[in-house]
């Protein structure tokens, strides 16, 4: 079946880095991939949908210089968190789509700001 | 416009006995619904999908959903649960006259089953 991974698993970093999180579809192209951000036991909030070789398209209320997704091949995005607060600790998920087939997901990656 | 509602917060069940996650939909045009599975600190799990065709749908690891047009519901069901069903699970639905592939998914209904 269709494999997302996404690296790296956890992070953390101080205040004021930058921390980038890669997201590829092992085994498929992927059309669309997506980011999502998700607050402990509650659902995905989807901050951006990403198309390979075209700027992402941003949610309402995410900012886009804030969090930088570049898709630049059919099997890789990425989202960069620039200058980082702990209020940006998250969970962190990619999904990723070829031409509306179910989204198959990363396996997350928990960001911690200290 | 499309939304998900799942009306249970949590769905606790002893192992064993039937497992039902509800979960209903609204869209504007012809439905296709999903059920993902999460566990902690990890990626949803893809466990089946309704496009079109028969109303129930079988899934991974013994769950089926019922599709219901009438009453816009896809509940999701399991006749026999095991304690390692104990998960986060997420209806979704995205509207076929949608374009953007973007799906909507409902709050999570926190499966327990105890043992």
């Known amino acids: 079946g269709a494999v997302v991974s996404q690296h790296p698993s956890w992070v953390i970093c101080k205040s004021g880095t930058s921390v980038k999180i890669e997201c590829r579809s092992l085994?498929?192209?992927?059309?669309?991939m997506f980011w999502y951000r998700q607050f402990p036991k509650q659902s995905l909030m989807l901050m951006a949908t990403?198309?390979?070789?075209?700027?992402?398209?941003?949610e309402q209320g995410v900012e886009k210089d804030k969090f930088l997704i570049n898709h630049a091949s059919l099997t890789l995005s990425t989202l960069t968190v620039t200058s980082a607060h702990p209020e940006d600790s998250s969970f962190y998920i990619c999904?990723?789509?070829?031409?509306?087939?179910?989204?198959?997901f990363g396996n997350g990656t928990r960001l911690t700001v200290t | 416009a499309q939304s998900v509602a799942q009306p249970e917060d949590q769905v606790n069940v002893a192992e064993g006995n039937p497992l039902t996650v509800k979960c209903t939909y609204s869209?504007?045009?012809?439905?296709?619904l999903f059920w993902y599975v999460q566990y902690p600190n990890r990626g949803l799990q893809f466990l089946l999908k309704?496009?079109?065709?028969?109303?129930l749908v079988k899934g991974s690891y013994g769950f089926e959903a019922e599709f219901n047009k009438s009453q816009t519901s896809f509940h999701l069901k399991k006749p026999s649960a095991l304690v390692s069903d104990s998960a986060l699970y997420f209806c979704?639905?995205?509207?076929?006259?949608?374009?953007?592939?973007?799906?909507?998914f409902g709050a999570g209904t926190t499966v327990t089953v105890r043992a």
């Open positions: 999904s990723a789509t070829l031409a509306g087939s179910p989204l198959h």
């Open positions: 085994d498929f192209q992927a059309t669309t």
């Open positions: 990403s198309n390979e070789g075209s700027k992402a398209t941003y």
């Open positions: 869209v504007s045009g012809n439905p296709y």
């Open positions: 309704y496009i079109t065709g028969d109303n």
């Open positions: 979704a639905v995205r509207d076929e006259l949608s374009n953007d592939y973007k799906l909507s």
